[in-house]
C-alpha cells in the first residue's frame, strides 16, 4: 500500500539553503509548487494564507518560523543579547496569532520558548533539535492514535470524514488494512479551500483505497441512505469537558450522525488543551470574508453581498462517541483523564 505524500511533514515543510520550503497545499494535486521564506514574517504569512494545512503540521512550520527568527537574531551585529531575546519572543507572539484557534500550534511554541535557556548561545541550533524531536512526536502520535482508531472499525465500514483528519486517517486506514478490513471513505469537499478534495481524498485514493467526494451539503442524504457507517474528523482543539474545535462543519456533521444513530469520532491525537476548561474557552477564528464570496479567484456573487467565514466551530461532548489518541481511547467525560 502506498504512502500518501502528507503522511509525512518532511515531505511537504522542510529546510533548504537556509529558508524553509513549503509545498503549497492550496494547489494539491493538481500542481506541486514550493513557497520559500527566508524568514519568520513569510512563514507567518504562509500559515495565514493557507499553504500549509492540518493543525499538526501548521505548528511544525510555525516552529520552523520560529528557529528562522534565532538564527536572524542571532546574526544580527547590533543587537543586545536583551534585543535578542526580545526579537524572538516577537517573532513567537506573530507566529502564535496566525491561527488563534488551533492549540499544538502555540503549545509547541511556548515550550520551545520555555526551555530556552536565554543566557546561552545558538538558540537556533537548539530551536531545530526540538523541531526534529516534534516531528518525530507528531509521527508517533499519529500512528498510535490511527492504531487505537483501527480497532473500532469493522470489515464493510464506510466513513465520512471532513477536512483533512491528517496522517492518523491515513494510519487508521493503514492498520486496518493490515487487520484484513476493506474500508471505504466519504470525504466532504470542505469549502472554501477544499481541504478533503485536495489533501484527503487524494491522499486516500493514493493508498489504492475506495474513496468518494461529496459536497459539504450531502452529508446528511448520504447518511439517510445508509451509506455511512462511522464519522471520523480530527481536532484543532479539545477542551478538557470533551467539546471539540474543528474545521467548521463539523459540528452538523455530528448533528447529523446523531440523528441517524451513526457513531461520531474523534482523531484527537495529543488529547485536550489543559489550559481549557469547555468549549466557550476556545477562541474562534474568523477568516477574511472574501474567501467565501470568491472561488479560484473568481467572485461567486453580488458586489453588494456579505460573506461571512468563522474558519471553526464547537461540537458539543454529548454529540462524541469516542476521542481516539495516542495515550488509548477515551470518552468526552474521560478525556480529561488523558494527562492521568
Known sequence: MQQPLLMHIDNSVFLREGSLVMVDRRLLPAQKIEVTAANFQKVARAIEDMVVQGAGDIAITAAYGLYLAAREAEAHPSFTAEERRQFILSARERLVNTRPTGHHLKALLDRMVTELEWEGSAWSERFLRDIRAAIEKQQRRSEMTGKYASECLVDGDVILTHCFPGPALFYMLGYAGVQGKKIGIIATETRPYLQGARLTAWGVSEMELPVMLI???????????????????????????????????????ALAAHYHELPFYILGYGGPDRSCASGRDIPIEIRDPEEVLTFNGMRTSGERVRGFYPAFDITPPRLVAEIFTDHGVFSPETIDQYWK
Open 215 to 253: 459536497t459539504d451539503n450531502m452529508a446528511a442524504y448520504c447518511m439517510s441512505q445508509g451509506m455511512i457507517s462511522k464519522v471520523f474528523t480530527a481536532a484543532d482543539r479539545i477542551a478538557m469537558d470533551g467539546s471539540v474545535a474543528n474545521k467548521v462543519g463539523t459540528y452538523q456533521l
